[in-house]
């Protein structure tokens, strides 16, 4: 699940929850101590954006690194991603994450 807002080329906020399926391919072997890193691609579905429903296929590429924390690992990536409304023009450009994942 996803989330994402920014003005249209009209200038009006939009808000947008989005399905997002990710490929990922770490970059060290398996049991790497210490700091890890990964790239991927995936594709993300806006399944709801303001005063509209569904939207179209978008996609995204990124590099992350990840590091335990606790019971499981926070990771950030950087990358370049699309989300596609379907009746207004695709949402491009960079995006940052910051998670943990359990």
């Not at 009006?12 to 700091?35: E, F, M």
């Not at 399944?47 to 924390?69: H, R, W």
């Not at 950087?78 to 695709?90: E, K, L, N, Q």
């Amino acid at each position: 699940m996803g989330y994402a807002r920014g003005n249209d080329k009209d200038g009006t906020l939009r808000k947008h929850a989005l399905i997002v399926l990710d490929w990922i391919y770490r970059l060290n072997p398996p049991h790497t101590q210490g700091v890890k890193s990964y790239f991927g691609l995936g594709l993300n579905y806006d399944v709801y954006t303001t005063g509209k429903v569904g939207g179209s296929l978008g996609g995204q590429g990124f590099y992350g690194v990840e590091g335990e924390a606790g019971e499981g690992n926070l990771y950030a990536e950087v990358g370049y991603g699309a989300i596609r409304t379907g009746f207004s023009p695709a949402y491009v450009g960079l995006m940052a994450v910051l998670g943990y994942r359990i």
